[in-house]
Nanobody
């Protein structure tokens, strides 16, 4: 059974950091492009970062560029989203999504590009 599970969310104060994990079972995550999305109540899910299956470097939305990074651990079949210098506006449910397509740039922030999604993990940034 193909499954994606996000973890690592929590409550942190502004300026602090978190590491979110996207773990895959039933398939090899390294064979997929992976996107990270964030959603807050009442708003559409927005793309914040992605890494395609042939690259070690990610693309990031301007709102998080310079603060968030992505890395793969192919041995563990996992991907990590490092959230640094967090702001209250970074709060939301973070989702990991996958696609076999090689995508990058603005297209990787479009939810329609992805075929599989995890259940999400909540990040709350508040003092």
């Amino acid at each position: 059974q193909l499954q994606i599970v996000e973890s690592g969310g929590g409550l942190v104060q502004p300026g602090e950091s978190l590491v979110l994990t996207c773990a895959a079972t039933g398939f090899t995550l390294a064979d997929y492009s992976v996107g990270w999305f964030r959603q807050v109540p009442g708003k559409e899910r927005e793309g914040i970062g992605c890494i395609n299956r042939v690259s070690f470097y990610g693309d990031f939305h301007d709102s998080v560029k310079g603060r968030f990074t992505i890395s793969r651990d192919n041995h563990k079949n996992m991907m990590y989203l490092f959230l640094n210098t967090l702001k209250p506006e970074d709060s939301g449910v973070y989702y990991c999504a996958t696609t076999r397509t090689i995508i990058s740039g603005p297209r990787c922030f479009e939810t329609i590009r992805y075929s599989s999604w995890g259940q999400g993990t909540q990040v709350t940034v508040s003092s």
